[in-house]
């Protein structure tokens, strides 16, 4: 039923009603597009319309950016202490505490993850990353430098100004938090782009940016698609800074128009991560990290180990184990059932993206030469292939244009940070996978990205350092 135009209130499969926004959000107001256009969601599992939103077009996005432009220079934030936006971040996520089911029923809904990821692992991930940048806002401060007697410098580190930030399908949520936290603990203000398959989730959490009391303007959603809305801001001429995760190919085609302006960039792109198992691994632990960490949220993590590397002493016996844990752990059936371990992928275009890897190719004799090996899948989707001598396993870990994550399985204790030190990745798991946490930086090297997210390392994204030089000596 529609309230306003701008908001129609909808039942969810599990039987939770709720307000869903639809409007675009811009200097604290939901507004209709200037295009007239909508984008349609779907529900993954049952392809039924959800409902459609407005579609922010090349004008919105000026609007958008004008006014986080003028929020960045206005009082109310500009001169609002950095302990007051650490509040303001700690409020937004008490909201999102309290408001957590239902947040988690739409991400369902919308992006087919079984709900009891979104409500368990999802929702704890938006709090915890947003209460640890709100810890941070006020411990944002530069140094002094002593050059000599009379002459010293002193830095401070200012907000970068205004930033787009163009997120991805895979955690909506958890994505948004993840750029959203650093930005506002560090001043800047924000016009943030979801992805076109999942725009309702970030749409129900604007009303909670709103109730946390951020002033109008800092905070701005536009949903649309990438090539327009997206496109628009990546190219805007005002905007300073842009931080994307998605994959390789757009990053690129990101990178090309941010050139215009000379933007500041964080890139958060594609992986093939591979989780190395050595002979004188604990097999079952690694076997049960291996499905984790390809099998989870539906393999659509940009971190997922889709390489598995086994040493072949214990080849055989890992393939049958690995075989054994899918047919007992991975229950595909309904997201909102609690069974579930794998809900539908995001969308029928993405389900059959995946399946043309497959369709016709044989999964025996990998090597690294194939599509399979090199390519990002996006999907429960794995390549497992023997190697013999640690060189080669670090070789083969190496052989692809990506750097995001890796994974080591051994219980030698040197050869572990051996090779952790030997992998070319952001990111490391010893007898893990995909381990992830907000005090941690996070991102990649090679065609992975560039900057990093989360942990201390993320605050440098949404600061630049201003060097201040002092003479104290009134003759040269
Ligand atoms: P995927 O292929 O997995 O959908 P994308 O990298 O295309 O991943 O999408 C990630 C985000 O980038 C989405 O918000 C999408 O709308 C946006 N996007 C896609 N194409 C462009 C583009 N040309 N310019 C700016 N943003 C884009």
């Given at each position: 039923m529609a309230v306003d135009g701008l908001s129609v209130q909808l039942t969810a499969p599990n039987g939770r009603s709720y307000t869903q926004p639809t409007g675009l959000y811009i200097n604290g107001q939901w507004v209709k597009s200037d295009g007239g256009v909508t984008l349609a969601s779907t529900d993954p599992a049952t392809e039924k319309h959800i409902v459609s939103v407005q579609s922010g077009s090349k004008s919105d996005i000026d609007k958008a950016v004008a006014a986080a432009r003028a929020a960045l220079k206005a009082p109310a934030w500009k001169s609002l202490q950095s302990s007051d936006r650490g509040r303001l971040l700690y409020r937004l996520a008490d909201l999102v505490d309290e408001h957590r089911e239902t947040l988690a029923t739409i991400e369902t809904w919308d992006n087919g993850k079984p709900y009891t990821v979104a409500l368990n692992e999802d929702m704890a991930e938006v709090t915890g990353t947003l209460r640890y940048y709100a810890g941070f806002s006020d411990k944002v401060f530069g140094q002094v430098m002593e050059l000599s007697p009379d002459k010293f410098a002193y830095t401070v580190r200012e907000p970068v100004g205004v930033c787009g930030q163009i997120i991805p399908w895979n955690y909506p949520l958890s994505m948004a938090a993840w750029k959203l936290g650093p930005a506002l603990a560090c001043g800047n203000t924000v016009v943030l782009k979801p992805a076109e398959q999942t725009p309702l989730s970030i749409l129900y959490f604007v009303n909670l940016i709103a109730e946390a009391g951020f002033p109008p303007g800092v905070v701005n959603i536009i949903n649309g698609r990438g090539s327009e809305a997206g496109a628009a801001l990546a190219s805007h001429p005002d905007v300073d800074k842009i931080a994307f995760t998605g994959s390789t190919a757009t990053a690129r085609e990101i990178m090309r128009m941010a050139a215009g302006t000379l933007k500041n960039l964080t890139l958060e792109t594609g992986g093939k991560s591979p989780l190395i198992v050595f002979d004188d691994a604990e097999l079952d632990n690694a076997v049960e990290w291996a499905h984790l960490g390809i099998m989870s949220n539906q393999g659509q993590i940009?971190?997922?180990?889709?390489r598995i590397l086994v040493q072949e002493g214990v080849y055989r016996r890992f393939v049958d184990a690995f075989k054994q844990q899918i047919r007992e752990v991975s229950r595909v059936g309904d997201p909102f059932d609690e069974a579930t371990y794998q809900g539908p992928q995001v969308t029928r275009a993405q389900h059959e993206r995946i399946l043309q890897y497959i369709d016709p190719t044989v999964f025996t004799d990998v090597t690294p030469g194939m599509r399979i090996f090199q390519e990002e899948v996006f999907g429960p989707f794995v390549a497992i292939m023997p190697f013999r001598t640690e060189e080669e396993a670090v070789e083969l870990a190496n052989g692809t244009q990506y750097g995001l994550g890796s994974a080591v399985f051994t219980t030698n204790l040197t050869r572990a940070h051996r090779v952790a030190r030997a992998v070319e990745s952001g990111m490391v798991w010893i007898n893990s996978s995909n381990d992830c946490d907000w005090r941690i930086p996070f991102g990649g090297v090679k065609q992975s990205g560039i900057g990093r997210e989360l942990g201390e390392a993320g605050l440098e994204a949404y600061s630049n350092v201003k060097a201040i030089h002092v003479n104290m000596k009134s003759k040269l």
């Open positions: 940009c971190t997922a180990t889709s």
